[in-house]
């Protein structure tokens, strides 16, 4: 890898690494500090060790970082920037690589000399991935030499040594996650490319790299992509963008400082009815929001409405224009970088500085009436579409307040179609969302009346991507949703949020056919929770079901199969050492052929059944996908669908 010129005048020595707590927890309670043990922890372990690679580059000490996911699935990151110290820690008395390695939150993202600001998670530290690893090597280069220590589940196996000279600078870290831990220890390609695309928008000027050197079942040897970008978060909202059809020649974009805060912000209109606003701190994805976007929204809102009315373009306007209305059709990216962040919220990804919202607000402010004083044109194409979006609100309006009187928990009000349960707590109750009425049939014979409620819907509910907000609260699939839920869309407009105190299920589960049409109507009912309910997504509501694709059937035997390799071996199972042994498969095409009993045993049982929970992994990309799969450009979506989707059928 190439060397990094650092500042000369830098000093990053053992004695700025802090120590504040040890590290026997992490091993015990993993989940406490990487979220989970499934595949989701897995990635983040990935992601600890990147993000500090991520901190040197902030600091303006690197500008490459490498990613290998090796044959037997551990991984290394290798960097070029200062080398992590390895001399003597003075309060310690050993060496600081290893205190980096071996204690929870010690680094030099504790010391405000070494780094400003820094990601991560939260400040937990690559000495997590050490305990949590059955094996890791650090390897780093500094002062023309280069340093080793190994570790086995977050212990030295021996002191830091110097194995050799070395012209490079940097940290190289290797690990593989201890089996005895994770439930997945299989890295995603795909998964571990979102992010690194993620950090090269927002980090611009560095370039990320990710090898696969795993061979794949195509037969497709080591798999490698690059990751850099010149634009920064300009390129990003025209990539979250790319499928939508923009107002505008070119996004909108302000870097600057203020208060201290650095910050980039980018954005563009679309002919879309979403707004679309991702926010990061420190390279952390803020899901749910913060001061950061309430003082973001709050200068947009003033300097475009300040704008229009000096403009004259409001004059004929009735009513009064909302905030809500100026961010209709709004894709934005905010990133701002904070020394000591605050987080918030019950997956902590709220921002709650204070001091963050006026200097956002300030610096926006600023920076907005500046473009619009020499982009008129582009000014009067943005207030066009916010007059035309303020009366499609009033339509809107109306609707949503139908749909509200409508819901609670009086079951008088509640749609004629749901099954309700007998149970009224909802941390014990699940709705199950069902495609038809003869489904849904099947469904309410066997479900527990206890705690399984059922809503037919009937045919494909309406695409929310392509619609304007008033037709949504129309349609009355949509309202029974709304209304059997118990959940409204508040009108504040700086917080319109989904009201979920009423909500009548803490488990809403979608269960669809197996075939196309099922994994269509799918996609319909999470493009409306993702874009009008995304909170019960974010809380970990969602789920979808997974009923079986086949019944293998010998005589009194029966097996159930949830894919063609499960069939296969079920065949050979039942057929055992005769070949002539007469096997039986049926395939279900639609949960209208399974009975109750066999629907209730396969799908609905909560101690046999299997269910996906669905979780915004990555809400950009999320959105970007979305967009993609329910708009109106074809040729990406056909794409996507080619190389994804488990029933598409490619014509020759």
Not at 296 to 324: P, Q, W
Not at 351 to 379: C, I, R
Not at 569 to 575: E, G
Request: hydrophobic share 35%; glycine share 8%.
């Amino acid at each position: 890898m190439s060397k990094k010129k650092a500042n000369q005048n830098s000093q990053y020595t053992a004695a700025n690494i802090q120590v504040l707590e040890g590290l026997e927890a992490v091993r015990k309670r993993p989940a406490m500090y990487i979220g989970d043990v499934s595949a989701r922890g897995l990635h983040h372990l990935v992601y600890e060790v990147v993000d500090n690679s991520i901190d040197e580059a902030l600091a303006g000490h690197c500008s490459e970082i490498e990613t290998i996911i090796h044959e037997d699935n551990s991984i290394t990151v290798k960097d070029n920037g200062r080398g992590i110290p390895i001399e003597e820690h003075i309060k310690e008395k050993r060496s600081a690589l290893e205190v980096v390695m071996t204690v929870l939150h010690a680094g030099g993202k504790f010391d405000k000399d070494s780094y400003k600001v820094s990601g991560g998670l939260h400040g937990v530290g690559v000495s997590c991935v050490n305990a949590l690893s059955k094996h890791l090597k650090a390897e780093v280069h500094r002062n023309g030499f280069m340093y080793v220590q190994e570790y086995e589940c977050g212990k030295p196996l021996y002191d830091v040594k110097e194995t050799g000279k070395s012209k490079l600078t940097g940290t190289y870290v290797t690990f593989k996650p201890d089996d005895s831990i994770f439930q997945v220890l299989e890295f995603k390609f795909d998964t571990l490319r979102t992010r690194l695309k993620e950090l090269s928008y927002l980090n611009k000027g560095v370039k990320l790299t990710l090898k696969d050197l795993r061979e794949h079942e195509n037969g497709n040897g080591p798999r490698y992509e690059e990751y850099y970008s010149e634009g920064g978060l300009a390129e990003f909202v025209q990539f979250i963008d790319k499928t939508r059809e923009s107002l505008i020649p070119e996004p909108v974009y302000f870097e600057g400082e203020k208060n201290g805060i650095p910050m980039d912000i980018a954005f563009q209109y679309n002919t879309s009815y979403n707004e679309n606003l991702h926010s990061y701190v420190n390279n952390i994805n803020t899901i749910e929001g913060g001061t950061h976007i309430s003082g973001f929204r709050r200068s947009l809102t003033r300097s475009f409405k300040n704008y229009a009315e000096k403009e004259g373009l409001l004059k004929n306007v009735k009513f009064e224009i909302s905030g809500d209305d100026f961010r209709e059709g709004l894709t934005a990216v905010l990133s701002i970088k904070i020394a000591e962040p605050q987080f918030e919220g019950q997956t902590k990804t709220k921002l709650g500085n204070s001091e963050a919202m006026g200097a956002v607000d300030s610096f926006v402010t600023d920076e907005l009436n500046a473009y619009l004083d020499e982009h008129p044109k582009e000014g009067r194409i943005i207030v066009n579409k916010v007059v035309l979006s303020a009366q499609a609100r009033h339509a809107a309006r109306k609707a949503r307040e139908m749909v509200q009187r409508k819901s609670g928990f009086n079951s008088a009000g509640l749609p004629g179609k749901l099954a309700d349960c007998s149970s009224s707590d909802p941390a014990l109750c699940e709705l199950y969302l069902v495609e038809g009425d003869s489904a849904g049939g099947t469904a309410k014979q066997g479900r527990n009346r206890e705690f399984q409620a059922i809503l037919p819907l009937r045919g494909k509910i309406l695409n929310v991507e392509k619609a304007l907000e008033h037709k949504i609260y129309d349609n009355e699939e949509i309202k029974n949703l709304f209304t059997a839920l118990g959940v409204h869309i508040g009108t504040e407009e700086d917080d319109k949020m989904l009201n979920t105190d009423k909500l009548r299920y803490h488990k809403i589960i979608i269960m669809t056919d197996a075939d196309v049409d099922g994994s269509h109507i799918t996609t319909l009912i999470l493009t409306l929770l993702y874009r009008y309910m995304k909170k019960l997504i974010e809380n970990g509501y969602v789920y979808i079901a997974t009923p079986p694709l086949y019944l293998v059937k010998k005589g009194s035997q029966e097996k159930y199969c949830w894919s063609d390799d499960d069939r296969d071996l079920a065949v050979q199972q039942l057929k055992g050492e005769s070949k002539e042994s007469s096997v039986n498969i049926q395939r279900y095409k639609g949960l209208g052929e399974m009975n109750a009993e066999q629907l209730w045993k396969t799908t609905m049982d909560p101690d046999k059944r299997t269910l996906r929970k669905v979780s915004i992994e990555n809400a950009a990309e999320s959105d970007r996908t979305f967009s993609m799969l329910m708009g109106d450009e074809v040729a990406p979506r056909r794409e996507f669908i080619e190389q994804n989707a488990r029933y598409a059928k490619i014509d020759a």
